[in-house]
């Protein structure tokens, strides 16, 4: 029993790795590239808040994380799904909070000893603290503007997108995952983003605030679902991926550039607060896909560069920390250049990031994955024991 038993685990592990034919290099492990996209979203984020954002345009890197983290959750959710049948709310719902919860914690903590030092400006509200830390932060900056909130604390507002996303999608998943068609799949969450677009549109026209339509979880969470969308569809990941082709590649990568600039170049206000989230999700799916089909291949190879891989992996904790660093350094030395204020940023923002990881993400990330294994072991031995094995 316990031999047969053995064998049927190894069987069905071995048999989960095999999730397509003509996968792409990197279908079984890390994806490098991914890292290096999210390196670039941060990066576009910081120095945004450092001062340029006349020219950087930071909410467009924000839109990059949702698309990202659409597209990563539902992979790992078919994952799942293939190795284990099924997906486990709990052990989904406890990641998350392994992944997400311990830095910010810890990053809120920091923020409110510094405002209460006067290190930085402003200080926690009860209400400000727990929008934080229990993710109706957008809400709360939406109604309060970010009153109760120490200063640059309020990135928070995209993680509670994110998590509100984490909340109601799964059951949504699941559903259409026990389903099987991609069709209907693609059907139904193209359906969704049409709505949180026309949503969009009516606010616009109804007096809808600015704060809202850019930060309620409402009106942005398309951008994720867009990334859903091609992770069921068209996933490089796990599904096969046409052969490789230069000219088509690097066309794509040319017409979704250029639309992403003239997403920013066209300044329409109605434009701005509507369309824009939607063009600029469509025009940052194909390159993801890219990123991942073509991982070893220009113009994305460069995307597996250690320094790009490193900062990707640190870049929860820098987008948690970096603005709250960024205000602080400016309110303390007001006389230090753009250049100087950056450099200075970057190391501090750094040197919070490193403990956090090494202490803190990769121990919690030990967890994660010990929890993943326990899921899909257990999952495979009901399964096997209820068939009535020898």
């Known amino acids: 029993m316990r031999t047969s038993l053995s064998r049927a685990l190894r069987v069905a592990e071995r048999d989960a790795m095999t999730l397509a034919i ?13 890292d290096g996209i ?47 049948g099924a997906i486990s709310y ?5 990641r998350r909070l392994l992944r997400l919860m311990p830095p910010l914690f810890i990053i809120v903590a920091v923020a409110g000893l510094l ?10 509200t009860l209400g400000g603290m727990f929008s934080a830390l229990f993710y109706f932060g957008n809400y709360y900056a939406i109604a309060h503007d970010y009153h109760g909130m120490p200063a640059g604390i309020g990135v ?61 979880t409402d009106t942005r969470v398309d951008a994720i679902l867009v990334g859903c969308l091609m992770a069921l569809w068209r996933n490089p990941r796990l599904d096969p991926v046409p052969a490789p082709k230069a000219r088509n590649d690097w066309g794509i990568v040319t017409v979704c550039v250029a639309v992403l600039l003239g997403t920013l170049l066209y300044r329409n206000e109605v434009f701005r607060l509507t369309a824009r989230y939607t063009l600029q999700s469509l025009a940052i799916a194909p390159l993801i896909y890219l990123a991942v089909a ?12 250690r ?15 970096h603005h709250m660093i960024l205000l602080g350094l400016a309110k303390h030395w007001p006389q230090l250049s753009w250049i100087w204020l950056t450099l200075a940023g970057a190391v501090l923002t750094l040197a919070v ?24 072991a257990r999952k495979t031995e009901s399964d096997f024991l209820s068939v009535g094995a020898p």
């Open 294 to 305: 073509r991982a070893d291949r220009l113009p994305f190879r460069w995307l597996n560069a």
């Open 115 to 124: 405002s209460a030092l006067s290190a930085i400006d402003g200080g926690f």
């Open 90 to 94: 709990r052990s989904f719902y406890l």
């Open 353 to 376: 990031a490193e403990p956090m990881r090494r202490w803190v993400e990769q121990p919690c990330a030990k967890l994660r994955k010990r929890l993943h294994r326990k899921t899909v």
């Open 307 to 321: 320094p790009l891989v490193y900062i990707g992996t640190v870049s929860y904790t820098i987008y948690l920390s």
């Open 38 to 84: 999210r390196a670039i979203a941060v990066a576009m984020v910081f120095l945004a808040h450092s001062g340029l954002d006349n020219l950087i345009p930071g909410g467009l890197g924000v839109t990059v994380f949702f698309v990202l983290s659409g597209y990563l959750i539902t992979t790992l959710m078919r994952i799942e799904q293939t190795r284990s």
């Open 22 to 34: 003509d996968r792409p290099r990197y279908a079984t492990g890390t994806i490098p590239s991914l």
């Open 156 to 216: 928070i507002w995209s993680l509670a997108v994110e998590e509100h996303y984490y909340i109601f999608y799964p059951p949504l998943a699941a559903l259409l995952l026990r389903v099987g068609r991609v069709g209907l799949s693609a059907t139904v969450l193209s359906i969704l983003c049409a709505a949180v677009l026309a949503w969009r549109y009516w606010l616009v026209f109804h007096g809808g605030s600015e704060a809202y339509l850019t930060m309620a």
